[in-house]
């Protein structure tokens, strides 16, 4: 389409009088600008003026480009989209965790802090093999396990509504709503081949932050911690005090795969475990009104109780600041893997139009005064990153003169790596694989089959059902690539290209037969790794997350390590005096 000159002239008008109170808005935002940071200022005048100009100087190109654009790009421009991508990028180059939340996306992010939302309760997904949305899990207490729905359920419609050929984000915005209202849900139970449908009320549906605790017959107590969202404190410590008061001995603190959350919420539960007044982490960063330290303000619960806490590589956050803080002040063991290393703090800001703007503002520092942040981020190149090479780490020591160091995230006291995910595991288990419907299927006709089972805490597939499963899989016509045949085939071509592939014909020819793909055989081989996982996926499905927790405890080799330690109260404390030689 093509504007004639008035049409033209009429726009050109009216950007005029709005770059006239562009500027206006300017100034009076500068004004603003020097007012606020003129306690804090810690350059010259001249550098401060400078960095002003630049600031005008961008702010103003940016809004003339957009001008441009509005005015003559040929097709109609979606604001939202385009400035919302211009602001996306921007943030990109900065760090990770500096995110905008436009006004659609908030629930989204109060969801992440909080722990709760409004809707039925249950992690949905995308069945590839049928390309439907099903209920994959639902949470206990919930709407979706109040009203009987299960794993596998294939969802139809949301009142009048067709979820057929639809994705998962178009079926979760229908499922949730406003607490209160009522829904009609269609589904189709594959068990049984019926039509169902349910009569649900949503409502707020909180998250567990602890899905399971429990006391051993040995009186180790074991806590999964699995978010530091809002009031989790308040959960750790009933936990806590409900197994000290059964006899519990020592625990076990579970921080695997804890992405973090509030830092306060983790201050409050180092307090239970260390007297009062002692400065758990500090916090710094531009503005000297973003420092502070956060200090024990209770008397402890119990500060003489043995405590490991287990971490890996997606224990981040607050969960660092926790075994961080333990470790520093010698009050716990950390065992596991070296953990993420998010040595940054945000805070959430108010923006117009009822956005929000999650900010990097500060780094926080243990007790050692260490900074255990593993990532340089390179704001001048675009955000590239780069990981601090331990080389460059500093060395800081824990109250009882431990050596610990800084960057690269924590690193435990006791590393106990846990087994690896074999390859026909992979494609059998991760959503998103055509194959992983073949357990899916297995695991909604044993439900069928089987009204309960034993306690999770013991339950097994037997060896019959496993075979069962088996020769479903073969009969199935799974494939899967495995990994050594198609490195062999690559060493092969490059063999090739090098010309020495004639003097090794012979043991290539040996080796492609040893490695040829036998389905039969590498689900005996994977027999026990496939069974646990079968029978924790069940676990889940009878006793929801609390289920999978304890089921998953049978075979874990870093937990089984760490209530070994707890039971050995002499290693125990030597890690902890310094006496053991690393």
Not at 108 to 119: A, P, Q
Not at 348 to 357: D, E, F, I, V, W
Not at 375 to 397: C, M, Q
Request: proline share 3%; with cysteine.
């Amino acid at each position: 389409m093509l504007y004639d000159k008035q049409e033209i002239l009429v726009r050109k008008a009216a950007w005029k009088n709005r770059k006239k109170q562009q500027m206006k808005m300017r100034k009076i935002f500068f004004l603003l600008l020097t007012v606020t940071l003129m306690p804090f200022a810690t350059v010259s005048a001249q550098e401060s003026k400078d960095h002003n100009f630049e600031i005008g100087k961008n702010m103003e190109v940016f809004n003339e480009i957009y001008r441009y654009l509005d005015l003559m790009y040929v097709d109609t421009l979606n604001a939202d989209e385009v400035i919302g991508t211009g602001i996306n990028s921007m943030l990109r180059s900065l760090d990770p965790y500096t995110v905008y939340y436009p006004e659609d996306k908030v629930s989204d992010f109060k969801t992440m802090i909080t722990g709760k939302y409004v809707g039925i309760g249950s992690i949905i997904r995308y069945n590839q093999k049928i390309k439907r949305v099903i209920i994959e899990e639902p949470y206990e207490g919930t709407p979706a396990a109040e009203a009987g729905l299960k794993l596998g359920d294939i969802i139809l419609s949301v009142d009048d509504s067709t979820m057929i050929d639809k994705d998962v984000s178009y079926v979760s915005s229908h499922l949730r709503g406003d607490a209160g209202t009522t829904f009609m849900l269609k589904i189709l139970r594959p068990s049984t081949g019926k039509t169902m449908e349910f009569k649900i009320t949503r409502r707020a549906v909180s998250m567990p932050a602890i899905p399971y605790y429990g006391l051993r017959k040995d009186s180790i107590g074991y806590i999964n911690l699995n978010s530091f969202t809002d009031d989790c404190y308040k959960e750790f410590r009933n936990a806590f005090v409900d197994m000290r008061n059964k006899g519990m001995k020592g625990l076990v603190l579970d921080l695997r795969g804890n992405g973090g959350g509030s830092l306060s919420e983790a201050v409050n539960i180092v307090n239970m475990f260390v007297p009062k007044d002692v400065t758990v982490v500090k916090k710094v960063g531009k503005l000297k009104r973003s420092n502070s330290d956060y200090t024990t303000s209770l008397e402890p619960i119990d500060t003489v109780m043995p405590i490991v806490i287990l971490v890996n590589g997606e224990s981040a956050s607050a969960s660092e600041i926790t075994c961080g803080s333990l470790q520093d002040l010698d009050r716990a063991v950390v065992l596991g893997t070296r953990t993420y290393g998010k040595g940054l703090v945000q805070v959430s800001l108010n923006l117009s139009y009822n956005g929000q703007l999650k900010l990097t503002e500060s780094k926080y520092y243990l007790p050692s005064g260490r900074c255990i942040q593993a990532i340089n981020y390179k704001h001048a190149n675009g955000g590239y990153t780069e990981h601090i090479p331990d080389s460059l780490t500093r060395v800081f020591h824990t109250a009882n003169g431990r050596e610990v160091r800084d960057g690269g995230g924590i690193k435990p006291d006791i590393e106990v790596r846990p087994d690896s995910l074999p390859n026909i595991a992979y494609y059998l288990t991760v959503n998103g694989l055509d194959s992983t419907e073949v357990l899916l299927d297995y695991k909604v006709d044993y439900m069928a089959k089987h009204a309960t089972i034993a306690p999770a805490s013991e339950f097994r597939i037997s060896d019959e059902d496993y075979e069962e499963f088996k020769q479903r899989v073969i009969n199935s016509g799974f494939t899967y690539d495995p990994e050594s045949e198609k490195a062999l085939k690559t060493l092969k071509e490059i063999v090739k290209f090098e010309g020495y592939y004639d003097d090794a014909q012979e043991e290539f020819e040996n080796l492609e037969k040893k490695l040829k793909h036998n389905l039969a055989k590498d689900l005996d081989i994977n027999k026990e790794v496939l069974k646990h996982i079968i029978s924790n996926d069940l676990a889940t499905a009878y006793y929801y997350q609390a289920g999978t927790v304890e089921n998953g405890l049978i075979d874990d080799k870093q937990a089984q390590e760490a209530f070994r330690l707890i039971n050995n109260s002499e290693e125990y404390k030597a890690i902890l005096s310094n006496s053991t030689e690393k």
